[in-house]
């Protein structure tokens, strides 16, 4: 693990790493590993199927008895009712807009505490590690009211900024990376030492590429949370012009019977951004996977 | 927010790069969080230490009753406080533990070289592309007495599966585990990516079988991992609160009555700020004292690369 | 539909019975005894420079939302004077709760709709301008045409607190189907309670249904339909009206009875109980009406709409759509009404708060009310209202819309129909259904009763001592 600077500041390709295929195991084995996997990815997969199909069946197909496993003449116009009727069009570019916000914030911000965590000493640190604990265990719904007037009086009412602020930081983001951080070996830190990297260098330059995954998952994490959000957009926003997407969701709940399948419609076009960005995000962790494997 | 660093001096490699000491630069690392925090939690949670001594009116603009400790006690002294704190330790025994031995065996098992095994990751981790309310939409109907697929296959207790007081704690507990499953998975992937490919091929040559790698090598590795997970698991059961307003609103009879659904109910339904406040630092303290037991205990045992 | 006509018809209908129907309704045109009312500043409207835009806060469903906002557009469109926005804030609860914040930080609507049983939480917000004000500055002399008691609800010492509008009440809603499979006389369903157990038991001795013959859905609002239908309040002070309520009062003949009776068909399979407070439970008893699980069940007259849109559709072909009262223990009480009302708000400018008055008149017309109505299936809160062709139309159409309208104006107008008021009714809701539910798990029925009547009572105290 003495690898020179160069080849930790650019963590590519990396060729010569882990195992290799092993020919040696008999098929009988290869065929039992694809079994297993496909019953666990069928029972993890099989509730969003069912509410794809549920989306496209007439409503009181929904509820027939034996169930409708395949839509046989699927009913696509559920899509362009919960489209219009959610708002979606310009909801969902509220959200992409809140949600990138949020997800650029909480990055840098988890970047930075996570890298003091770990890499720096100062006073008081295991404190303020413990301060940023404690930040997650106070529901969000707790301070509501509160952070509520503050965004009035700090003029951000019925803003984009409003909609973002109070998540820009989280104590999970700082924990995670700091997690991530400490993973990472000495040697590199010493080495990168000895090559004039000061810590800015050296974050950006090693820290940051080793920690993809993490910060991949982290990103996810947030955009999760930052999409899914309803009460404080609701409580944030004059009308719809700011609303975002689980808003809309929510003005789909219906007590009628007809609307069920357009309710589900509503909750696919939802999850389809995030469908998206985990396929996309996937490559990243698997690209991670190498990355992450540096040797000597 | 970051820009201030990138004109420091530490940025700059050469003799004056250390012009910024490194607890200066720690505490500028952290001023950007520690503003937010400030501002939208500390300072607003701050504020129920007062709420806690008054009673208060369910409006803005009423008068309030300076009653001293004893809201304190009267709420925290009630059946009703310690019903829905033993609730919430049960849920989180029920969904945490579960939740990341689920992930990691997903991990490990999506980690092999096999082809098209890049499939079965993106299937494990889609269910972080649901929330909350989408995963409850879907339990919600698959466990429906009359159009579900649940008692349709002949699970079907009566009063219905989240109508019934002994099945809605672990059928809510059931959604929470599979709508976390993605992100608990992909959180062990990460952590398992870290493993040097080495080590276990080593281990393998040394003739250990995949059960002793996986507890032997492959654990111990994903320490730090395993440590987050159960230490934000352990907070965010404690925060429960979605799932249980969409699929039993704390019913039936209170058995789904967890801790933050209990505060959100108290302020959103009851108009109760003063009872709220005296069950936030309740659960604010607990939480506290069940992660710094975990930081103690736990973190020992952590097997960190550095 | 050729509006002008309709309005004039409307408008001269309207007078010639809210003249007749004057004498009868002489408590609600009083003065209020209430000095402290704030006035109603009609006049500021006319001062105004320019449009005067002002906001009203729903939380209607789609199909509903298109209904109020094609009223919205005609108002906008037939004067420039005054501009309405909607805007829909998802739930009542959400709306209340945004409502209560706005409290703190100033963002408030000039017009909200808050579900019936918000009323004391709204009077108790203080910021509620009555529209008696309104009524008796611009000398409104239309309320003689309003069903009464839609207005007795809203009326609390003399004083009108709210405008009803979608007004709504529980019916009994049974598959004519399958009574005849069991034998039974599909026009003549269950008039009381232990009628609905006899058919109850033809229907799954029969076979008719599959799981139960009854879906009980354990909604608060059906056990105070039965006490005030046998003349007792669901609280205590006149129903919360003569004073503020403090007690629940369910430890009655009628509340035991409710009670033994749930209990009866709950263990004797004839029913299958359904916890109303579970959200993702809300329509599962008409579902099973579809599937023949089930064949009889008391549900809002709202859902007629929706229900009778997917029997036409084809859907069910065993299943025949039968509407009758909601039954109950017999007695020479009446009906209240659910749904919700429309509130102004002190805190609005005067032009606003004039220019919102004006146009809860407008939603309150008889056309308005009959527009609503057909396409939402709510009740019309116009005596003259149901005259108009678009609800004789469908009434012809779907007799059962008649059923709803009818329960509100039958039987005796008093404090026990005129229906409860009371803080923290969701509070309430949760003790009775905790109840009801540990009953179902085999509690005995005056032990649950009394249960309810305790913690019900407590939770009025808890939130009374609040307010002092």
Same mark, same amino acid.
């Given at each position: 693990?003495?690898?020179?600077? /160069?080849?930790?500041?650019?963590?590519?390709?990396?060729?010569?790493?882990?195992?290799? /295929?092993?020919?040696?195991?008999?098929?009988?084995?290869?065929?039992?590993?694809?079994?297993?996997?496909?019953?666990?990815?069928?029972?993890?997969?099989?509730?969003?199927?069912? *509410?794809?199909?549920?989306?496209?069946?007439?409503?009181?197909?929904?509820?027939?008895?034996?169930?409708?496993?395949?839509?046989?003449?699927?009913?696509?116009?559920?899509?362009?009712?919960?489209?219009?009727?959610?708002?979606?069009?310009?909801?969902?570019?509220?959200?992409?807009?809140?949600?990138?916000?949020?997800?650029?914030?909480?990055?840098?911000?988890?970047?930075?505490?996570?890298?003091?965590?770990?890499?720096?000493?100062? /006073?008081?640190?295991?404190?303020?590690?413990?301060?940023?604990?404690?930040?997650?265990?106070?529901?969000?719904?707790?301070?509501?009211?509160?952070?509520?007037? *503050?965004?009035?009086?700090?003029?951000?009412?019925?803003?984009?900024?409003?909609?973002?602020?109070?998540?820009?930081?989280?104590?999970?983001?700082?924990?995670?990376?700091?997690?991530?951080?400490?993973?990472?070996?000495?040697?590199?830190?010493?080495?990168?030492?000895?090559?004039?990297?000061?810590?800015?260098?050296?974050?950006?330059?090693?820290?940051? /590429?080793?920690?993809?995954?993490?910060?991949?998952?982290?990103?996810?994490?947030?955009?999760?949370?930052?999409?899914?959000?309803?009460?404080?957009?609701?409580?944030?926003?004059?009308?719809?012009?700011?609303?975002?997407?689980?808003?809309?969701?929510?003005?789909?709940?219906?007590?009628?019977?007809?609307?069920?399948?357009?309710?589900?419609?509503?909750?696919?076009?939802?999850?389809?951004?995030?469908?998206?960005?985990?396929?996309?995000?996937?490559?990243?962790?698997?690209?991670?996977? *190498?990355?992450?494997?540096?040797?000597? | 927010?970051?820009?201030?660093?990138?004109?420091?001096?530490?940025?700059?490699?050469?003799?004056?790069?250390?012009?910024?000491?490194?607890?200066?630069?720690?505490?500028?690392?952290?001023?950007?969080?520690?503003?937010?925090?400030?501002?939208?939690?500390?300072?607003?949670?701050?504020?129920?230490?007062?709420?806690?001594?008054?009673?208060?009116?369910?409006?803005?603009?009423?008068?309030?009753?300076?009653?001293?400790?004893?809201?304190?006690?009267?709420?925290?002294?009630?059946?009703?406080?310690?019903?829905?704190?033993?609730?919430?330790?049960?849920?989180? %025994?029920?969904?945490?533990?579960?939740?990341?031995?689920?992930?990691?065996?997903?991990?490990?098992?999506?980690?092999?070289?096999?082809?098209?095994?890049?499939?079965?990751?993106?299937?494990?981790?889609?269910?972080?592309?649901?929330?909350?309310?989408?995963?409850?939409?879907?339990?919600?109907?698959?466990?429906?007495?009359?159009?579900?697929?649940?008692?349709?296959?002949?699970?079907?207790?009566?009063?219905?599966?989240?109508?019934?007081?002994?099945?809605?704690?672990?059928?809510?507990?059931?959604?929470?585990?599979?709508?976390?499953?993605?992100?608990?998975?992909?959180?062990?992937?990460?952590?398992?990516?870290?493993?040097?490919?080495?080590?276990?091929?080593?281990?393998? !040559?040394?003739?250990?079988?995949?059960?002793?790698?996986?507890?032997?090598?492959?654990?111990?590795?994903?320490?730090?991992? !395993?440590?987050?997970?159960?230490?934000?698991?352990? !907070?965010?059961?404690?925060?429960?609160?979605?799932? !249980?307003?969409?699929?039993?609103?704390?019913?039936?009879?209170?058995?789904?009555?967890?801790?933050?659904?209990?505060?959100?109910?108290?302020?959103?339904?009851?108009?109760?700020?003063?009872?709220?406040?005296?069950?936030?630092?309740?659960?604010? %303290?607990?939480?506290?004292?069940?992660?710094?037991?975990?930081?103690?205990?736990?973190?020992?045992?952590?097997?960190?690369?550095? | 539909?050729?509006?002008?006509?309709?309005?004039?018809?409307?408008?001269?209908?309207?007078?010639?019975?809210?003249?007749?129907?004057?004498?009868?309704?002489?408590?609600?045109?009083?003065?209020?005894?209430?000095?402290?009312?704030?006035?109603?500043?009609?006049?500021?409207?006319?001062?105004?420079?320019?449009?005067?835009?002002?906001?009203?806060?729903?939380?209607?469903?789609?199909?509903?939302?298109?209904?109020?906002?094609?009223?919205?557009?005609?108002?906008?469109?037939?004067?420039?004077?005054?501009?309405?926005?909607?805007?829909?804030?998802?739930?009542?609860?959400?709306?209340?709760?945004?409502?209560?914040?706005?409290?703190?930080?100033?963002?408030?609507?000039?017009?909200?709709?808050?579900?019936?049983?918000?009323?004391?939480?709204?009077?108790?917000?203080?910021?509620?301008?009555?529209?008696?004000?309104?009524?008796?500055?611009?000398?409104?002399?239309?309320?003689?045409?309003?069903?009464?008691?839609?207005?007795?609800?809203?009326?609390?010492?003399?004083?009108?607190?709210?405008?009803?509008?979608?007004?709504?009440?529980?019916?009994?809603?049974?598959?004519?189907?399958?009574?005849?499979?069991?034998?039974?006389?599909?026009?003549?369903?269950?008039?009381?309670?232990?009628?609905?157990?006899?058919?109850?038991?033809?229907?799954?001795?029969?076979?008719?249904?599959?799981?139960?013959?009854?879906?009980?859905?354990?909604?608060?609002?059906?056990?105070?339909?039965?006490?005030?239908?046998?003349?007792?309040?669901?609280?205590?002070?006149?129903?919360?009206?003569?004073?503020?309520?403090?007690?629940?009062?369910?430890?009655?003949?009628?509340?035991?009875?409710?009670?033994?009776?749930?209990?009866?068909?709950?263990?004797?399979?004839?029913?299958?109980?359904?916890?109303?407070?579970?959200?993702?439970?809300?329509?599962?008893?008409?579902?099973?009406?579809?599937?023949?699980?089930?064949?009889?069940?008391?549900?809002?007259?709202?859902?007629?709409?929706?229900?009778?849109?997917?029997?036409?559709?084809?859907?069910?072909?065993?299943?025949?759509?039968?509407?009758?009262?909601?039954?109950?223990?017999?007695?020479?009480?009446?009906?209240?009404?659910?749904?919700?009302?429309?509130?102004?708000?002190?805190?609005?400018?005067?032009?606003?708060?004039?220019?919102?008055?004006?146009?809860?008149?407008?939603?309150?017309?008889?056309?308005?009310?009959?527009?609503?109505?057909?396409?939402?299936?709510?009740?019309?809160?116009?005596?003259?209202?149901?005259?108009?062709?678009?609800?004789?139309?469908?009434?012809?159409?779907?007799?059962?819309?008649?059923?709803?309208?009818?329960?509100?104006?039958?039987?005796?107008?008093?404090?026990?129909?005129?229906?409860?008021?009371?803080?923290?009714?969701?509070?309430?809701?949760?003790?009775?259904?905790?109840?009801?539910?540990?009953?179902?798990?085999?509690?005995?029925?005056?032990?649950?009763?009394?249960?309810?009547?305790?913690?019900?009572?407590?939770?009025?105290?808890?939130?009374?001592?609040?307010?002092?």
């Amino acid at each position: 693990m003495t690898a020179g600077a /160069p080849s930790i500041a650019v963590p590519g390709p990396a060729p010569a790493i882990v195992t290799r /295929p092993r020919r040696s195991r008999p098929g009988l084995r290869l065929v039992g590993r694809y079994l297993l996997l496909s019953v666990l990815a069928l029972v993890v997969i099989f509730p969003i199927y069912i *509410t794809v199909v549920n989306s496209l069946l007439p409503a009181p197909q929904i509820a027939a008895r034996p169930p409708k496993f395949f839509p046989s003449s699927p009913i696509w116009s559920t899509y362009d009712k919960a489209w219009s009727n959610g708002h979606f069009g310009h909801y969902l570019f509220n959200s992409a807009v809140v949600t990138t916000i949020i997800v650029v914030g909480q990055l840098l911000t988890a970047i930075l505490a996570g890298y003091a965590f770990a890499f720096l000493k100062f /006073p008081f640190k295991r404190t303020l590690f413990v301060i940023f604990l404690a930040t997650l265990m106070i529901p969000f719904e707790v301070t509501i009211v509160q952070n509520l007037t *503050t965004v009035v009086d700090l003029g951000l009412y019925d803003t984009y900024a409003g909609l973002a602020l109070p998540f820009l930081a989280t104590g999970f983001g700082a924990f995670l990376l700091r997690q991530a951080f400490l993973g990472i070996p000495r040697d590199l830190e010493d080495a990168a030492a000895l090559d004039g990297y000061g810590h800015w260098r050296f974050l950006w330059r090693v820290a940051v /590429p080793l920690a993809r995954p993490a910060i991949g998952a982290l990103g996810v994490f947030a955009f999760l949370t930052a999409w899914n959000q309803y009460l404080w957009p609701l409580l944030v926003t004059k009308d719809d012009r700011l609303r975002t997407v689980q808003i809309g969701l929510r003005q789909l709940r219906s007590a009628s019977i007809e609307q069920v399948n357009v309710t589900f419609a509503g909750v696919v076009i939802a999850v389809i951004p995030l469908a998206i960005l985990l396929i996309v995000f996937q490559k990243q962790l698997i690209r991670g996977l *190498t990355a992450g494997a540096i040797k000597g | 927010m970051t820009a201030p660093p990138t004109t420091d001096a530490p940025v700059t490699p050469g003799p004056r790069r250390r012009r910024l000491p490194d607890w200066g630069l720690g505490y500028l690392f952290l001023l950007p969080a520690l503003v937010i925090f400030g501002v939208f939690i500390f300072f607003p949670f701050a504020k129920n230490f007062e709420l806690a001594l008054y009673r208060s009116p369910p409006f803005p603009g009423l008068p309030r009753t300076y009653v001293g400790f004893r809201q304190i006690t009267d709420v925290l002294g009630s059946g009703d406080f310690r019903h829905s704190l033993w609730t919430t330790v049960l849920f989180g %025994l029920l969904t945490v533990p579960t939740g990341i031995a689920l992930g990691l065996v997903l991990a490990v098992l999506a980690n092999q070289r096999l082809r098209g095994v890049a499939i079965y990751r993106t299937i494990f981790a889609s269910t972080v592309a649901t929330s909350v309310a989408v995963a409850s939409v879907i339990f919600g109907t698959l466990m429906n007495p009359q159009v579900g697929l649940l008692p349709w296959v002949g699970i079907n207790p009566s009063p219905a599966i989240l109508d019934n007081p002994s099945w809605a704690l672990p059928a809510v507990a059931i959604a929470t585990v599979w709508q976390n499953l993605g992100l608990s998975f992909i959180l062990m992937s990460a952590g398992l990516q870290a493993v040097p490919g080495d080590v276990l091929e080593a281990a393998e !040559i040394d003739g250990a079988g995949p059960v002793t790698r996986f507890w032997r090598v492959t654990v111990p590795l994903l320490s730090p991992t !395993i440590f987050f997970a159960v230490v934000v698991g352990s !907070i965010f059961a404690f925060q429960t609160f979605g799932q !249980i307003d969409l699929l039993t609103r704390g019913g039936p009879q209170n058995k789904t009555n967890v801790l933050t659904y209990f505060i959100v109910t108290q302020l959103r339904e009851h108009q109760n700020p003063g009872t709220a406040a005296v069950l936030s630092i309740a659960l604010f %303290l607990i939480t506290l004292l069940l992660t710094l037991a975990q930081l103690r205990l736990l973190e020992r045992r952590v097997h960190y690369a550095r | 539909m050729p509006r002008p006509s309709v309005r004039t018809l409307a408008a001269v209908a309207g007078t010639a019975l809210a003249l007749a129907a004057l004498p009868a309704a002489p408590a609600l045109a009083a003065v209020p005894r209430a000095a402290s009312v704030p006035p109603c500043p009609l006049s500021a409207l006319s001062k105004a420079k320019g449009t005067v835009n002002i906001t009203l806060w729903h939380q209607f469903p789609r199909a509903n939302e298109q209904a109020i906002q094609a009223l919205t557009n005609q108002f906008n469109a037939s004067q420039s004077k005054i501009h309405v926005s909607l805007v829909n804030q998802t739930t009542y609860q959400d709306l209340f709760n945004k409502y209560v914040a706005g409290l703190s930080t100033g963002d408030l609507p000039d017009v909200v709709q808050i579900e019936d049983e918000g009323l004391q939480q709204m009077i108790d917000t203080r910021s509620v301008l009555p529209v008696q004000s309104c009524v008796n500055a611009d000398h409104y002399g239309e309320l003689g045409d309003f069903v009464e008691r839609d207005l007795r609800y809203y009326t609390v010492k003399g004083v009108l607190w709210a405008m009803p509008f979608n007004v709504s009440a529980p019916v009994f809603y049974y598959n004519t189907k399958a009574f005849t499979k069991a034998g039974l006389d599909p026009s003549s369903p269950p008039k009381t309670l232990d009628q609905v157990k006899a058919d109850a038991e033809k229907l799954k001795s029969s076979g008719a249904v599959t799981q139960a013959g009854f879906g009980l859905k354990n909604d608060p609002w059906y056990l105070q339909q039965w006490l005030a239908k046998t003349n007792f309040t669901f609280v205590n002070n006149g129903n919360g009206r003569n004073g503020r309520a403090t007690k629940t009062t369910l430890q009655n003949a009628t509340g035991l009875q409710a009670f033994q009776w749930m209990s009866d068909m709950v263990s004797g399979g004839l029913a299958v109980p359904n916890d109303y407070l579970n959200p993702s439970s809300a329509v599962n008893n008409l579902i099973g009406i579809g599937n023949g699980n089930l064949a009889m069940t008391i549900d809002t007259s709202a859902a007629l709409g929706t229900i009778s849109q997917l029997l036409a559709s084809g859907a069910y072909p065993n299943v025949g759509l039968g509407v009758s009262p909601i039954p109950s223990p017999p007695g020479s009480g009446g009906f209240r009404v659910g749904g919700a009302g429309l509130y102004l708000s002190t805190k609005s400018s005067p032009e606003k708060q004039a220019a919102a008055w004006q146009f809860l008149k407008f939603l309150d017309s008889p056309a308005s009310q009959a527009q609503f109505a057909a396409a939402t299936g709510y009740i019309p809160n116009r005596k003259s209202s149901v005259t108009l062709s678009a609800i004789q139309d469908l009434w012809a159409r779907i007799p059962g819309y008649k059923v709803a309208y009818d329960e509100l104006t039958s039987g005796a107008d008093n404090l026990a129909s005129a229906g409860p008021v009371f803080g923290d009714y969701i509070g309430v809701r949760e003790a009775i259904t905790a109840a009801e539910g540990k009953m179902f798990n085999g509690e005995k029925p005056a032990a649950a009763l009394a249960e309810a009547q305790s913690k019900a009572s407590a939770t009025l105290a808890a939130y009374n001592a609040r307010v002092r």
